[in-house]
């Protein structure tokens, strides 16, 4: 299925597609190379926004929870790149140890949990599930919305304290699928013998937002320079602000200074290229997901105008954390549509490759607002079906599998960043 694109403004888009599209070699190319240097995140999303003039990836995930939302046609894609992750860290691996969120138990994402032990299964490893809810003694059963059950145990470390497991279970790898928001437990502290995947300071008790755009911002020079396109046309605007209490009012003055600075870069740029849109920012924490704290803006004065509630949202994120450092990124409209609700494009991927994608649909959310939340609907993309192979001869905009292996493309370049960015802030970096 590809989304109606609602929107006159598809010349500079096109534009990006075609230079994309004859590039192909090139860009390809350039990855291999890169990936020759450093080394891509386990796994990844990425939440992209097409926007008609641009299209850009506005978060990236390093624990993504919808694995369950791809396509079936796309496991084998997905088990092979799960065959190629492992091998990077234990080409031996026989058990792998898969620690969940907590205290989620939401059907959808038990769904999510039970579909990567489905992948890992298929590459031929041993996998069950360890949890970090102290609460949990013994194993405990978790249904399944088809009526299956997982089982969920408690971690142990092992006698000499260097290993960490299950009862009678010694994993040669360990994959977290919790994003560690509440902070790192002490139990995963100091593990040497075993590969911890994706590493402790991917987690957000030390990830921040603003690390991983500044390192966006140098992947997207080089592509755009590479292809010869405005890096702005696949980059959005962003800013800083920390010691910001809303509460309060702490902190105002620099987020509004921020919120304007960005506005009026945005202004400069759709004058450039004749856009007509009214620009807007999104402000959200530095750290933390699940869409929680973020509000549009389109004029640094409705800050003042903040309601106590709305205040409140900002200030607190997912475990309770209090939120006191904020990004202030350019907003990119999705001008992308499925049965008259928005949508938005979500990409997966394993190691190095895309397995697969898809559609983030709100009914009652608008082209300018965040589409993560309660509402939301997913349809599933199959970008690697035999037909999605780039069609060098279709015109732009007219090829479904052009425009998927553009998104693609635009995805690669924050995992790639997202490899700069968990780089630079390792505090073990010798392992590189």
Known sequence: MVPHLVTALTGPLLDLEEKIIAATPAIERWFRLEWQEHTPPFYCSVDLRNAGYKLAPVDTNLFPG???HLATEMLPLSVQAAMAAIDKYCPDARNLLVIPESHNRHPTYLENVARLMQIFRQTGLHVRLGTLNPEITQPTPLALPDGNMLVIEPLERSANGRRLGLKDFDPCTILLNNDLSAGIPDI????????????????????????H?????????????????????VNPFHAKCGEVDLQTGEGQDCLAGNVDAVLAKIRKKYKEYGIKEKPFVIVKPDAGTYGKGIISIRDAAELKDLSPAQREKMSVVKDGKAVTDLNIQEGVPTFESIKESVAEPVVYMIDRYVVGGFYRIHAERGVDQNLYGPGSEFVPLAFAQQHAIPDLKAKPGTAAPNRFYVYGVVARLALLAASLEMERTDPNPEVY
């Open 188 to 211: 995963l502290q100091n593990i040497h013998e075993q590969s911890l995947l994706p590493p402790l300071h991917a987690g957000w008790a030390l990830r921040r937002k603003s690390n």
């Open 213 to 233: 755009f500044t390192a966006y911002d140098e992947v997207a020079k080089k592509f755009g320079k590479l292809i010869g396109v405005d890096p702005w046309m």
């Open 66 to 68: 919808g694995f369950h």
